[in-house]
């Protein structure tokens, strides 16, 4: 069984003004000119790369980290590999304020971790690249240091994906029962 408990090192993906970027689309996120890379493990090196002050991030990204935006991550069009290439890196939840519908179903259904955090944007500051944090998925609740925030807990069946690893797994446990 999965941990529910995520510990890791922020990205906070921040504008030059140093706010929260809103509404990072999926084109920022893993650009179209990359479309006809199919092999997951490759689609890492292209994370961000098309996002403003962001293009080193797939070099500097670790095992473990956590990305953090502001409203409407992920906006845009479905496209697949803008879930894959932070999956490829091995970043372990992404925290925002909101999420774009599409991006929202697609991270779910791969089984990563997205939490989303109200208010985030106004109490950016708070969060600084490469603090640490702990995400408990099961009560919502993001741990910096000795200060806590709210954010919304995984429904049971998030959960229940994510444990399974993702939805196609979690489909096949439910006709084994």
């Given at each position: 069984?999965?941990?529910?408990?995520?510990?890791?090192?922020?990205?906070?993906?921040?504008?030059?003004?140093?706010?929260?970027?809103?509404?990072?689309?999926?084109?920022?996120?893993?650009?179209?000119?990359?479309?006809?890379?199919?092999?997951?493990?490759?689609?890492?090196?292209?994370?961000?790369?098309?996002?403003?002050?962001?293009?080193?991030?797939?070099?500097?990204?670790?095992?473990?980290?956590?990305?953090?935006?502001?409203?409407?991550?992920?906006?845009?069009?479905?496209?697949?590999?803008?879930?894959?290439?932070?999956?490829?890196?091995?970043?372990?939840?992404?925290?925002?304020?909101?999420?774009?519908?599409?991006?929202?179903?697609?991270?779910?259904?791969?089984?990563?971790?997205?939490?989303l955090l109200p208010g985030l944007t106004d109490m950016a500051g708070e969060f600084e690249t490469g603090a640490e944090i702990t995400v408990d998925l099961t009560t919502g609740v993001v741990t910096l240091g000795d200060k806590t925030f709210q954010a919304q807990p995984f429904s049971q069946v998030q959960m229940d994906i994510?444990?399974?690893?993702?939805?196609?797994?979690?489909?096949?446990?439910?006709?084994?029962?």
């Amino acid at each position: 069984m999965k941990s529910t408990k995520i510990t890791g090192r922020v990205w906070a993906l921040t504008d030059p003004q140093g706010k929260l970027y809103d509404d990072i689309d999926t084109d920022m996120i893993f650009h179209n000119r990359y479309l006809h890379i199919t092999d997951v493990d490759e689609m890492g090196q292209y994370a961000l790369d098309n996002l403003e002050g962001w293009k080193d991030f797939s070099q500097k990204a670790q095992p473990g980290d956590i990305v953090m935006a502001g409203k409407n991550f992920g906006a845009g069009s479905s496209r697949q590999q803008a879930v894959d290439c932070f999956r490829a890196l091995g970043v372990s939840a992404i925290v925002a304020e909101s999420f774009g519908a599409i991006y929202k179903r697609n991270a779910i259904n791969s089984g990563m971790p997205i939490v989303l955090l109200p208010g985030l944007t106004d109490m950016a500051g708070e969060f600084e690249t490469g603090a640490e944090i702990t995400v408990d998925l099961t009560t919502g609740v993001v741990t910096l240091g000795d200060k806590t925030f709210q954010a919304q807990p995984f429904s049971q069946v998030q959960m229940d994906i994510y444990q399974a690893g993702n939805l196609f797994a979690y489909g096949k446990s439910l006709g084994e029962k």
